[in-house]
């Protein structure tokens, strides 16, 4: 197999790692403020999964989203308190197929900036300084194939999600504030049921939580959330012990039970699945301080990521990219004209302390169960 490197004669004012929430809204930030700059989007996210969606809807946004009518927690008792929609003064929330939302919003970069942002489909390898410091040098890997390319640019954005896997080459370091894992599967009723029940489902238990919400296509995901070092955390890796976990649950399990779900049998996919779930921030989220050489900054979950209880992920991801896009484009008219690094610092830390404190208080509701997983976080 050959593993040759091109070397591309392209260079991008802005080269943003990921083309996830977070790349996304920093490149149309970037490109309203400075629709002059160059920008290129390098993303590896998984393509077949986009191609199930486009051949199941016409009208791809519905398969995209569907409406959350409000949520359902047993948190604080075992009795469920009813949260509704209606009462909201922003109105009703989705349920996202995030990974269609994801291509939506890539798809939309490269329509409404044509010129301006490039997306190219590829793994991000590496990065280097060119010896006069003037540009990065980007390492690239096709998906498809095993051809290598190298881009260059002034500026770098590491939207690589929890990975941060820019900016921990360049020597940041993740800071965990906890290990809490998240396993989730995917449910699937009888074919001739539709689910009707639009909202979240919420459900504390002795060593963790859980969550359920509908998903566009007639399907449910089920997530657990506990600490990696956690007994039910071996448990809950497996089917059967996924299945059993779920069962000593009052709530979920009733709406698993009477709507006859099972778990989606999927030939690519075997569930449940587990992923990071935990609270995190990177040190330090960016480095801006040389206006002549090059600079980078860490948006979305590659700078600061949320224990999904919070439900900030997504529009804090969306905010600070849009943020960050539109100071980057400030800086390639005039760079040096601000302190970038301190304004960075400024907006995450400040962030970072609202989430922090709004996380503890919701944990310390949890006043029901006193095993270490509520100890920790109370
Ligand atoms: C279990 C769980 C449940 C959650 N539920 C919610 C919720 O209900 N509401 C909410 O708002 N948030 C939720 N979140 C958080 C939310 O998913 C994230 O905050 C959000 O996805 C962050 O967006 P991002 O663009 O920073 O990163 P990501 O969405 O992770 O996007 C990163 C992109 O970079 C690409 N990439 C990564 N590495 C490379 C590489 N080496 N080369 C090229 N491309 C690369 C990936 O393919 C991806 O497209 C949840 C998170 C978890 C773990």
Redesign the pocket.
């Known amino acids: 197999m050959s593993s040759s490197i091109e070397e591309s004669t392209s260079y991008f004012d802005v080269i943003i790692?990921?083309?996830?929430?977070?790349?996304c809204a920093t490149a149309l930030a970037l490109f309203r403020t400075n629709p002059g700059a160059s920008i290129l989007i390098?993303?590896?996210?998984n393509p077949s999964v986009f191609k199930l969606v486009e051949e199941l809807s016409k009208d791809r946004t519905d398969s995209v989203q569907i409406k959350c009518t409000g949520n359902a927690s047993a948190w604080t008792t075992s009795e469920l308190e009813e949260t509704y929609a209606m009462m909201n003064p922003f109105g009703m929330g989705w349920h996202l197929d995030?990974a269609s939302f994801?291509q939506i919003l890539r798809d939309t970069v490269g329509s409404v900036c044509p010129g301006s942002v490039s997306l190219v489909k590829?793994?991000?390898l590496g990065i280097d300084k060119l010896d006069d410091n003037s540009h990065w040098s980007v390492s690239?890997k096709g998906i498809a194939s095993d051809e290598k390319k190298v881009y260059h640019s002034k500026w770098v954005v590491d939207?690589?999600?929890?990975?941060s896997?820019v900016a921990r080459k360049l020597g940041s370091r993740t800071v965990k504030e906890d290990a809490l894992l998240?396993f989730?599967a995917v449910f699937v009723p009888p074919l001739t049921t539709e689910d009707r029940d639009y909202r979240t489902l919420i459900e504390a238990s002795e060593s963790g939580w859980w969550y359920s919400s509908p998903l566009p296509n007639n399907r449910r995901v089920v997530?657990y959330h506990t600490d990696d070092t956690d007994p039910t955390s071996r448990d809950a890796r497996k089917h059967d012990g996924f299945m059993n976990l779920l069962h000593t649950t009052q709530h979920i399990s009733r709406l698993i039970t009477e709507g006859e779900y099972d778990i989606l049998f999927d030939t690519d996919t075997r569930y449940p699945i587990c992923?990071?779930?935990g609270s995190s921030r990177l040190e330090p989220p960016c480095d801006t301080a040389d206006p002549e050489g090059v600079r980078w900054v860490a948006?979305?979950?590659?700078a600061m990521?949320?224990d999904?209880l919070s439900?900030?992920?997504?529009?804090?991801?969306m905010r600070v990219g849009c943020a960050v896009g539109a100071a980057i484009a400030q800086e390639i008219q005039a760079p040096g004209s601000k302190d970038l690094t301190s304004g960075i610092r400024e907006i995450y830390s400040q962030v970072w302390s609202k989430y922090v404190k709004e996380k503890r208080y919701f944990y310390s509701q949890g006043k029901r169960f006193d095993g270490e997983f509520w100890r920790v976080r109370k």
């Open positions: 790692v990921g083309g996830g929430v977070a790349g390098l993303d590896d996210a995030r994801d590829s793994v991000f690239v939207a690589s999600g929890r990975k896997s998240a989730y997530a992923t990071a779930a948006v979305g979950d590659a990521a949320f999904p439900s900030q992920g997504i529009i804090t991801a």
